[in-house]
């Protein structure tokens, strides 16, 4: 059976902070509007069209990453408050990997999340 990929682009707006003297102007709460690709791979199904559910892959993204962030501040989330993880684009590729990758259909496995600060700067993640 041949194996396909399937991307989805979802946008929020949050505000972050970095941490440290060295952060200069980024030290400072301010936005972004933020763009998260994430792609998932699976055997194409061609009864349904596709690898998943594109309504059930839509749900999944506005419930882990569009309602996690969209006007919040990413430092209030736990996982990046008191500096337990920096609220970098790195971070926030690790974060939304982890959250999807255990909601997925069986024999559904994610291959990226590209997380979009603006458009010179992004950061990908491919698992560990």
Not at 85 to 114: D, K, N
Request: proline residues 7%; hydrophobic residues 40%; glycine residues 10%.
């Amino acid at each position: 059976m041949p194996h396909a990929s399937l991307t989805r682009i979802v946008e929020f707006s949050a505000t972050h902070r970095l941490p440290g003297p060295a952060s200069g102007t980024a030290g400072k709460d301010h936005g972004h509007r933020y763009q998260c690709r994430v792609t998932v791979q699976g055997p194409f199904q061609p009864q349904s069209g596709g690898v998943m559910d594109l309504k059930a892959f839509d749900a999944l993204l506005a419930r882990e990453v569009t309602a996690k962030f969209e006007g919040r501040h990413i430092n209030d989330l736990p996982e990046f408050q008191d500096g337990r993880w920096v609220p970098t684009g790195e971070a926030l590729a690790v974060y939304i990997w982890e959250r999807l990758a255990a909601a997925l259909p069986s024999g559904v496995s994610l291959h990226a999340v590209r997380v979009q600060e603006g458009p010179h700067l992004y950061s990908e993640y491919f698992g560990a």
